[in-house]
C-alpha cells in the first residue's frame, strides 16, 4: 500500500498518560496535515507542515499537544497528559503543494481515554 | 479564519431521485473546494474538486456548482444509489503555487439512500 498510513490504528491509554502517533505521508508529498474527527463532525484542522516546517497549529489546540515532521517525511503526533475529551479519531493526510493535487488521508488512530 | 458551513446535516432521498448538499464559506480568497466522501469505519475520500476559475465541474452521476460571489458551493448527486449512502463533507483551501493554505471542513452531512 503507497498511501498515507498510520500507526497504532487503535490507541487505549489512561488518563494523564503520554501517547505518540506517527504518519507516514506518500512519499513524493511534501504537506502533511494532522486532524481530530469526533463521532458525527468533520475533521477538525490541529496542524500542517510544508515539508519540514510547522505553518500553523490551531487556535483550539492545547499545549498538551505538539507535532514535528523532523525530516520532512514522517510527522508525529504527540498529546500529553491525556483527558477523556481527547478520545477521538486523528487522521493524517498528505498533497503536494501547488494547484491540481488532492489530500489523501490515512486510516487514522482511533484514540480512547479511560 | 476561514469557515465552512453545510447543509443539511442529514438527507434522506428515494433511490434514482437527486441529493444536493450546500455549503458556504467565509474567506474570500479561498480558492479550491474539494468534496470528500466517508464510508462508515473507512478513511474520507476525495470524490471531486473545484476550484474558483470555474462555476461547474461534473463526472459522471456527480457535479459541483461554485458561486464565488455568494460564496456558496454545493454538490448535486443524480440517479442515486445505495452505494451513496455515506457521510459527505465539503471543504476550502486557499491553494496557491508555492503554498498552500489549511483545508477548512464541513461539519458533514449523512446521506441515505432508501430502497
Known amino acids: 500500500d503507497t498511501g498515507v498510513s498510520q500507526d497504532p490504528r487503535h490507541k487505549i491509554t489512561k488518563r494523564g498518560q503520554n501517547v505518540t502517533f506517527r504518519c507516514d505521508p506518500i512519499s513524493e508529498h511534501n504537506r502533511l496535515y494532522w486532524y481530530r474527527q ?5 475533521p477538525e484542522f490541529l496542524t500542517y507542515f510544508q515539508n519540514e516546517a510547522q505553518l500553523e497549529k490551531s487556535r483550539l489546540l492545547s499545549d498538551r499537544f505538539s507535532a514535528e515532521r523532523p525530516k520532512g517525511s514522517f510527522s508525529t503526533l504527540e498529546i ?35 | 479564519g476561514e ?37 462508515l469505519g473507512k478513511r474520507p475520500q476525495l470524490i471531486i474538486d473545484i476550484r474558483s476559475n470555474v462555476g461547474e465541474k461534473k463526472d459522471q452521476r456527480i457535479a459541483v ?27 476550502a483551501s486557499m491553494r496557491r503555487v508555492n503554498r498552500d493554505d489549511k483545508i477548512i471542513f464541513g461539519k458533514g452531512t449523512r446521506l441515505h439512500i432508501l430502497p
Not at chain 1, 483527558?83 to 484514540?111: N, P, V
Not at chain 2, 428515494?14 to 448538499?21: N, R
Not at chain 2, 458561486?67 to 442515486?80: C, D, G, Q, R
Request: proline share 3%.
Open chain 1, 38 to 42: 469526533t463521532l458525527g463532525q468533520g
Open chain 2, 65 to 91: 456548482t461554485l458561486n464565488k460571489t455568494a460564496k456558496h458551493f454545493s454538490l448535486h448527486i443524480t440517479e442515486t444509489q445505495p452505494e451513496d449512502s455515506a457521510v459527505y463533507f465539503c471543504a
Open chain 1, 80 to 114: 500529553q497528559r491525556t483527558e477523556q475529551g481527547d478520545s477521538a479519531m486523528y487522521l493524517c493526510a498528505s498533497s503536494r503543494i501547488g494547484t491540481g493535487t488532492e489530500a489523501f488521508f490515512g486510516q487514522g488512530t482511533r484514540l480512547t481515554v479511560v
Open chain 2, 3 to 39: 469557515n465552512v458551513e453545510q447543509h443539511p446535516s442529514t438527507l434522506s432521498v428515494q433511490e434514482g431521485d437527486s441529493a444536493v448538499i450546500k455549503c458556504t464559506y467565509s474567506d474570500s480568497a479561498s480558492n479550491y473546494f474539494p468534496w470528500y466522501k466517508q464510508e
